[in-house]
């Protein structure tokens, strides 16, 4: 009995403890949010595939148009220039928002400045462009480090250390 009062307590304190204006919604009925899209890239020389992949985002409450944008993402506009040659990224026919080109009709080189531009199909537009750094990065530099866990975990740590290129601004990924 004492156990069944105290859930009871329990359950009207948590209860209580919810009511306030943070759960009301506006008159509308609609909690308000924005969906934009999200774009990826990267580019590099060593690449024989080029791709864009664009995302968009899922408000946590309210609309969700994401299964219209998914069904339609195909018909968005991605481009690449390198200031004198623009090409059209084709849609992958297996990856949805994923856009892509051979290396063989774009090439891609160190040095040179790109442009990307994205007009989704609902006629949102990104913008973006960047420079190819003209040094390389010493492969041979690169040392790593377990600092914890397990290599077959997914919860693995690792130190890893390169030589940078001095006087440059650089952007690393490192896929493990």
């Given at each position: 009995?004492?156990?069944?009062?105290?859930?009871?307590?329990?359950?009207?304190?948590?209860?209580?403890?919810?009511?306030?204006?943070f759960?009301t919604?506006?008159?509308?009925?609609?909690?308000?949010?924005?969906?934009?899209?999200?774009?990826?890239?990267?580019?590099?020389?060593?690449?024989?595939?080029?791709?864009?992949?664009i995302?968009?985002?899922r408000?946590?409450?309210?609309?969700?148009?994401?299964?219209t944008?998914?069904q339609?993402?195909?018909?968005?506009?991605?481009?690449?220039?390198?200031?004198?040659?623009?090409?059209k990224?084709?849609?992958?026919?297996?990856?949805?928002?994923?856009?892509?080109?051979?290396?063989?009709?774009?090439?891609?080189?160190?040095?040179?400045?790109?442009?990307?531009?994205?007009?989704?199909?609902?006629?949102?537009?990104v913008?973006?462009?960047?420079?190819?750094?003209?040094?390389?990065?010493?492969?041979?530099?690169?040392?790593?480090?377990?600092?914890?866990?397990?290599?077959?975990?997914?919860?693995?740590s690792?130190?890893?250390?390169?030589?940078?290129?001095?006087?440059?601004?650089?952007?690393?990924a490192?896929?493990?």
């Amino acid at each position: 009995m004492k156990k069944q009062l105290l859930s009871i307590c329990t359950m009207l304190l948590f209860c209580w403890a919810c009511n306030g204006d943070f759960l009301t919604v506006e008159e509308t009925g609609v909690i308000p949010s924005s969906d934009a899209p999200i774009v990826t890239a990267f580019l590099s020389p060593q690449d024989t595939i080029h791709t864009v992949t664009i995302y968009h985002t899922r408000p946590a409450a309210g609309n969700n148009p994401y299964a219209t944008w998914e069904q339609n993402v195909s018909k968005s506009t991605v481009t690449l220039s390198n200031g004198t040659q623009t090409v059209k990224l084709i849609p992958d026919s297996f990856l949805t928002g994923v856009f892509k080109i051979s290396a063989k009709n774009f090439k891609v080189e160190s040095g040179k400045t790109y442009y990307l531009n994205v007009s989704t199909f609902d006629g949102k537009k990104v913008e973006a462009n960047c420079t190819i750094p003209t040094g390389v990065v010493d492969t041979t530099s690169i040392a790593y480090q377990l600092v914890s866990g397990n290599p077959s975990n997914m919860n693995t740590s690792y130190l890893i250390s390169w030589k940078d290129i001095p006087n440059q601004v650089n952007y690393y990924a490192v896929y493990t």
